[in-house]
C-alpha cells in the first residue's frame, strides 16, 4: 500500500516535507522488504534524521542537528537501542527546555536534561492521545 494511504495521525497534521520524507522512505522500504512493521520503523527512523516530534505532530530539527535523534535511530536494526519516540536527544538542553515550555510542562526549571526528555516523551503521548 503507498505510503500516503499508511500515514500515521501524527504526520498528517505535519507539514508537506515531513510527510514527503516519511512516504518517500516507506515506499521504498515497502520495495526493498514488503508492507508491514520493518517499513513502518524504517521510514520513521528516515523522518527522525530530520524532524523531531512536538505534541501531535512533527517538526523539522533545529538547524545543525540532523541525524539519528535517538539510540535506536543510530544502531543497525539487529543491534536494537531504545527509541527516543521522536525527542532528539541529541539536542541542547535549552532547546529541550523551550519544548517542555511549548508544552506547558511544569516544574522544568529544575529538571536534568533527561528529566525534560522524558517529560517532552510523556508530553507527546498524551497530545498525540488528545489528537486523536
Known amino acids: 500500500m503507498p505510503g500516503r494511504e499508511e500515514l500515521p495521525s501524527t504526520l498528517e497534521r505535519s507539514s508537506e516535507d515531513a ?15 514488503g508492507e508491514g512493521e520493518r517499513s513502518h520503523r524504517v521510514a520513521y527512523g528516515a523522518l527522525k534524521h530530520s524532524f523531531e516530534k512536538v505534541g501531535d505532530h512533527w ?3 533545529e538547524h545543525g542537528h540532523r541525524g539519528p535523534s ?6 543497525p536494526r539487529q543491534l ?8 532528539d ?6 532547546h529541550v527546555y523551550q519544548l517542555a515550555q511549548r508544552l506547558g510542562i511544569e516544574g522544568r526549571s529544575t529538571m536534568s ?5 522524558e ?4 508530553a507527546n503521548r498524551q497530545t498525540t492521545r488528545k489528537a486523536r
Do not use: F, M, N
Open 113 to 117: 536534561k533527561r528529566q525534560l526528555l
Open 89 to 94: 536527544e541529541r539536542a541542547s538542553k535549552a
Open 59 to 61: 517538526e523539522r530539527k
Open 19 to 33: 510527510q514527503r520524507t516519511w512516504i518517500k522512505a516507506h515506499d521504498s522500504a515497502v520495495k526493498q522488504y
Open 119 to 122: 517529560a517532552v516523551r510523556k
Open 80 to 87: 536494537g537501542g531504545r527509541s527516543g519516540e521522536g525527542v
Open 70 to 75: 535517538d539510540p535506536q535511530s543510530a544502531r
